[in-house]
Structure formats: C-alpha cells, structure tokens
C-alpha cells in the first residue's frame, strides 16, 4: 500500500495486537452496531469511540447538537457509551416462584408461569373497583381512545381523524375470498411525525416544566405518548422513558419533581416503564429478546428492590412478553426419565442431567414477537408453496459464470434461496433476474439504496428490473399489487438481505404471493440491519434453505484487502496504481486536516475523482473526528455558506434519513414555506421543516452504517485515536469496501486496527428467528 504524492507512507501491521482495545462485554451492543446515530439516524451500535455518542440514536429534540444541562432529560448524548455497556447486558424472564428441591429448572419455570397466570387471573377477578379506562395506554392505542372520545363528545367531528391516507397494511394480506382491488403505485412520501395539536403541546409542555424537563421535549412526547401526552405524564412521569433520548435517571428526577414523598424505586409504575425501556435499548442494538437473569440484574443496578416482582408486574400489565427457548419436558417425560436414570445407576443418570438441556427464558416487546413469528411463518409459506418442478436448465446454460449457474438451478428448485457473496457477485442476482424474466417471469430485484437500484439495474441492463426495497413496498416502484393485494411477482431477490431488520422482513414476506419464490442474497460480512433482528444471519444458521456461496472473487487491491479482512487478516496488498493509501496520523486534528487535503485536493488531482464522489467514513457521529466535526470542516472547504436554510445552504451535501435504517444521501437545492428541497439522486424531495432537524445531517462524512449498501468512485475512511474502541471486523469490512477505485485510511490507532480484524468478530443478538425456523417442518417432512 502507498502513499499519494505529499502523503507520509504508512503501514498496516499484522503484529500482535496490543492489549489496549478488549471486546466489548457480553451483553453490550454489538461492534457491528456500533457507530452511534444522529437524531436521524438508525441506531448503529458501539462501533463509535468513547468519545462518540452512542446515543445519537435517540438524538432527537431531546438532546440537541448544542447540548442541554446536565441532569435534564436533553442530555442524552455523551455518557450513553457506558449505559449501553451497563445496561444492554439486560435481559429479562418472568419471576420465579420457589419450586419444590426434587424439581427440574425447567419444571420449576413451568411451575412458576402457571403459579404467575393464577395470581393474573385472580388479581383480575379481585378488581371490582371501576377503572378509568385508558389510564395505561400509550402511542397509537392512546391516540385510537382521545378520538372516540373526542367524536363521543361532540369536540371534533369524525372526519377530522381522516386528514392523511393510511399506511399500507404490515399484516398478512387478505385472503383471496376476501381480496381487495389492487393499488395503483404511489410517489414515495417522506414520513410525516404524528400530528400535534397546540392544545396538546401546551398541555405537555406545562407538565414538563412543573417537571423540570426541557419544553423542547414537547413535541416528541406527543409523538410517543399521543394527545393524552399531558395526562399521561401527570399520572405515570416514568412515560417520560417512551420519548427518545430519555434516560432513567432523568425520568427518575421528573417522577420525583412531580410526585415528591409519593414515588420510590420500587414504584410499579417505575419499574414496568424500566422494563420496557431495557427491552426498547436492546433493540437499539439489535436484540429482538433478552434473556431473564440479565434484566433481572440491570433492574438491580437501577435500585429496584424486587427485579423477579418487576418483571411479573411488568408481564402482567402487558409491558412485555415471555418466551421459552428449547423443550419443555411434559410430566410424563420427566418421570420416564428419573425413571431410567434411576435403573441405570448414578453414573448414568449424571449423563442424564448433562445432556438436558435448560429452558431458556426470554423477555420481549410484541412488536417484535409478532415480526419474527410471521416471518418464519410467512418464509415457511414460500417454501412449501412453490412449484418446484421447473425446468431453467436452458437458463442455468447460458449463466455468464458457475455461480450464477448454481443459483439458477437452485432457485428453479426452492421457494427460498440463500446467496451470499462480495460486492463481484452482485452480478449473480442481476444474471438470475435476466434468466427468469427470458422465461416470462416476473422477476425483480430490490436492493437498500437508491445508488444499489443503479448499481443492480445497470447489471442487468434494464432499470425496469431494480427497485428499492421501500420503494416496492410503498408502492412508488415495482409492478403494484395483485387482485388479492401481494406484490404482482414470481420472482423476488433481495440484494443487501444483511440490513434487513426483522420488521421490515416480515412485510416483505406477507406482500408476497403463495407461490412466489425469494431469494436473499448479500455479504454476510457487513454490518448488520440498523433495525432489530438479524434476519439473513438467522436464516443462514438455520439451514431452512439451500444456500448458494458465490465463488467470484472482487477484483483489484481493495477487492484483496476487504477478502481478507473478511476472515480475520489485515494483508498488505500490492497496489501499483494507488487504489489503497495509508495515511497516519498523531492525534484527531490532524484526522480531520487530512481528510479535507484528501477529499479536496490529493484525491481529485491522483484519480480525477471529484470531492462530490469521494465519500467520507469515521467510527461515530461525535467526537473530535466525527461525522459532525468532520462535516463542519469539509463545509467550511468545500461549500462555505452561513447556512441559512437550518444550517444548510444550497450546494450541501446532505443525508437525509425519512425513517431509522434508511440513510438517503443528496444535495441541498433551495427551501421554501414547504420545507427544505433535496436532490436524491435525481429524485426530488421536499422535508418539512419540523422534520429537517431531527432528520436531515450533512452528508460528506457518514458513519459505516449510513454507508452500507451503498459505493463510491473514492473513499476515504478516518480512524482517529478515540475510534479505537468502536472498531470492529465487521465495522473495518464494511467501510473499506465502499470505495470502488480507491481507498484512503487516514490511520491514528496503531495496532488497535489489526486486534479488531483478529480478534472483534460481529457481536451476537438475541433473536428467536432461528429457533422458529428450525422448529419449522422441512419440505420433504411436510409432503
């Protein structure tokens, strides 16, 4: 690896790493979570250093980019590294009762859950008092009550609540007796917050400063809590933890500024809102679940008395429900087994013990129960109900490579097809597309960005053929819907299938027909979804379907080093003509010195590429060398401007992100009345003013997950000395291969960079994908 000319040469060692950088803890976020987003950002992980802020991923009026004072609700940034590492580690399960000594673990959690559902059952009885109904309530449901009864009284006529279209459905789509007529497409909109009246944002901002919280809370409080916001604030000040950025011991200052003597760390209401805020930060990180004994002990952590009675209030008042993984031994087995134990001695009977295995209990929110659920039944769906006896032998023939061969056959001959494989063998996918729509198929490919959809389309010639995944479902692209409302498809491949999140999967799979063949094809070795899940992952491990593994090689330097970073090497690599230079650097200053020289000058005059195609990648959005000091100083070089329009002057480069997971890059045309006007790749959007804050950053340095699934002419990744604890093997992977002719990595933390390739492998979530799909009949067993 070389130099450009004026650069300082560097090296990147294979040498035994130093012991300055340790995995994160079991528990914490995983480092391929790991940058820490803005507020509109989908939450990245511990990939940022310690000087980053993790918990940009909340970022949102909360904890504005100036700061707010320490010990208010605002501050909700800095220290947020060490909460993910304290209390990510939570995992929950219901509360045990006492079995009898003779008793199986497994026998006791059962014990304990049929104990818990009696206690349920008479508390519901033994309530003869009345209750005022939707006292509990929150979010949508809340928002469902206030317009019942709003209309029930006359205050607002029913129309009122008919203001905007409704969101396509993310249920199972309708049965063909019950089909419903197709819908034309529609543009894509940007999402719009959910609409607060001025009464409502007086109400909450009166509760929030008797609280002693910020007013700028307001807005997002009404978001997550709905018009009875102020209402609900009042009676239950815990709420406050439904509105990002929030912490506990925030909401714990405004409980008591509210309630004074009258609330404690054991307060239910306490204690059922720290429950469901454990489980919202795990999926922050991208657990769907949690396991019992690690909630149990964050809950400790945060003085409550009682964890296991926390977390059977919280169960009982819906906050959050309980899994069981593995097999729960019937009464009969567990005696037939003592039994035989019994006759075959001690020694076997030991054997006995060891090989059963414990019940694993696991606490989660429903949203996500519900997503994993339907998609593995949906998945199942596809499998057992596509007509597997077709003939592409001719199609597999022509294959421009083996790989792509292999594919064809196999996805002539399955429902659900898994292809993994490098940036080269995208053109696999695009081959497929090609042979299948040559048979008169409807084939399409989806991909995660607007710059993939190029990418796919140019490979297979017809941009008809590529679509982006929100696009599809949205129905801005794509071929629309069917008679009975599933996508008009027999073919669907799914490129980038690593950043699928477990929501966004399961309304994929139920928009798809019976009979409808998926394939799910990406780079195991990137980063994981911004959302929760880990949905290519789990349907690899869980062998549910054939798995085709690209043998085509990406090409070139970058192509070598990225391979072997990919299985844990740090390889020089031959580069005659420049594509990787290494640039080290002292301290985070210099960082960003040179990576403006690089973007601006040595880049353009070594390559010919300009600044605008030359993309910036750093651990964390905060930081000395983050995004945001890094997008302040590419600014002031490259589009100086007083920023007029929020910040933002015509000529910025942008990311805007309409919802956590999507990163949108553009260029800032102009702003009206209407909003700030962007040029996504040559697609016109227009975001609201009340959203440019929270949603829209400037976009020439972008964290690793903004960039994946997306590729540059030139890019040039920034390690500063901070960055060194967010680093990762799937963090490295992802942002060295995002530059197509030539990667810059402008190198401060010495021999923190090859321990992460080694010895940081991607971080496990807590999912219960695999397990469902395992538990699935094969096809064959099926028939």
Request: net charge negative; glycine share 10%; charged share 25%.
């Amino acid at each position: 690896m070389t130099a450009l000319p004026g650069e300082t040469p560097g090296t990147v060692g294979t040498d035994t790493p130093q012991d300055t950088v340790s995995p994160p803890e079991a528990g914490a976020e995983g480092p391929e979570h790991a940058e820490a987003p803005d507020a509109s950002d989908a939450p990245d992980g511990p990939d940022a250093s310690a000087a980053s802020d993790p918990s940009d991923a909340s970022d949102a009026p909360a904890a504005s980019e100036g700061g707010e004072s320490s010990g208010t609700p605002a501050d909700a940034d800095d220290d947020a590294k060490g909460e993910a590492e304290a209390e990510a580690d939570a995992d929950a399960a219901p509360a045990e009762a006492a079995p009898a000594a003779e008793l199986s673990e497994a026998q006791a959690e059962l014990a304990a859950q049929r104990e818990l559902r009696e206690r349920i059952e008479k508390r519901k009885a033994e309530k003869a008092a009345p209750i005022a109904a939707g006292t509990g309530l929150s979010g949508t449901a809340a928002d469902l009550l206030a317009a019942v009864r709003a209309v029930e009284s006359g205050e607002k006529a029913g129309t009122a609540f008919f203001d905007r279209p409704a969101a396509a459905p993310a249920s199972r789509r309708p049965a063909p007796a019950a089909a419903q007529p197709p819908r034309p497409p529609a543009p894509e909109a940007v999402p719009t917050e959910r609409t607060a009246t001025p009464e409502a944002l007086d109400a909450v901002r009166a509760v929030l400063t008797e609280g002693g919280a910020p007013e700028a809370l307001a807005r997002p409080a009404v978001g997550a809590l709905g018009e009875q916001a102020a209402e609900l604030l009042r009676t239950d000040p815990w709420q406050l933890l439904s509105v990002p950025g929030v912490r506990p011991e925030q909401a714990d200052g405004f409980a008591r500024a509210l309630l004074g003597a009258d609330c404690g760390p054991d307060d239910g209401r306490r204690t059922a809102a720290l429950v469901g805020w454990l489980l919202e930060r795990a999926a922050l990180q991208g657990h769907t679940a949690l396991d019992a004994e690690a909630v149990r002990r964050a809950l400790a952590e945060r003085a409550v008395g009682d964890p296991e009675a926390a977390v059977r209030d919280a169960v009982e008042e819906g906050v959050a429900l309980v899994f069981q993984e593995g097999e729960e031994p019937s009464t009969d087995d567990a005696g037939a087994a003592d039994g035989e134990a019994d006759e075959a001695g001690d020694g076997e009977a030991g054997d006995a013990d060891v090989a059963r295995e414990p019940v694993q209990m696991l606490l989660g929110l429903d949203r996500y129960a519900l997503a994993e659920e339907s998609l593995a039944d949906g998945l199942a769906r596809l499998v057992n109900t596509c007509e597997k006896a077709a003939d592409w032998a001719e199609a597999a023939a022509s294959a421009p490579g083996p790989s792509a061969a292999e594919l064809i056959r196999t996805t002539a001959a399955a429902g659900l097809v898994a292809h993994s494989g490098g940036e080269a063998a995208r053109a696999e996918p695009a081959a497929l597309i090609a042979a299948a729509r040559g048979l008169g198929l409807r084939a399409l490919g989806a991909t995660h960005s607007e710059d993939g959809r190029r990418r796919l389309a140019a490979a297979t010639g017809d941009p008809d053929t590529a679509v982006t995944l929100s696009g599809l479902l949205s129905g801005a692209q794509g071929p629309g819907r069917d008679e009975d409302g599933a996508l008009a498809l027999d073919l669907l491949v799914v490129l980038d299938a690593p950043q699928l999140d477990v929501e966004g999967a399961a309304v994929l799979v139920e928009a798809l027909a019976d009979g409808a063949r998926l394939v799910l094809s990406g780079d195991p070795g990137v980063l994981g979804s911004a959302g929760a899940g880990r949905v290519f992952a789990d349907v690899l491990a869980s062998h549910a379907c054939p798995q085709v593994v690209s043998r085509t090689p990406d090409p070139g330097p970058i192509g070598e080093l990225v391979s072997g970073i990919g299985i844990g090497e740090l390889n020089q690599v031959d580069a005659p003509g420049k594509e990787v230079v290494i640039v080290p650097v002292r301290d985070a200053g210099e960082a960003v010195h040179r990576t403006v020289q690089l973007v601006a000058d040595s880049v353009p005059r070594a390559f010919s590429i300009p600044a605008e195609e030359t993309q910036v990648i750093t651990v964390g959005h905060g930081g000395a060398a983050g995004t945001r000091a890094l997008n302040e100083a590419l600014k002031q070089r490259l589009n100086p401007g007083p920023g007029r329009f929020g910040g933002f002057d015509p000529g910025d480069r942008v990311v805007h992100v309409p919802a956590p997971g999507r990163a949108v890059p553009g260029v800032v045309l102009s702003a009206d009345a209407e909003g700030l006007r962007l040029d996504c790749g040559g697609v016109p959007v227009v975001v609201p003013q009340e959203r440019v804050e929270s949603s829209v950053r400037h976009g020439w340095a972008l964290s690793a997950h903004q960039a994946a699934g997306m590729r540059w002419p030139a890019a040039v990744v920034v390690l500063p000395g901070d960055a060194a604890q967010g680093l990762s093997r799937p963090w490295v992977y992802t942002a060295f291969g995002r530059g197509e002719r030539h990667l810059s990595v402008v190198h401060g933390v010495d021999q923190a960079l090859p321990h992460a390739v080694a010895q940081v492998p991607a971080q496990e979530r807590t999912t219960r994908l695999r397990p469902l799909l395992e538990a699935l009949p094969t096809p064959d067993a099926a028939s």
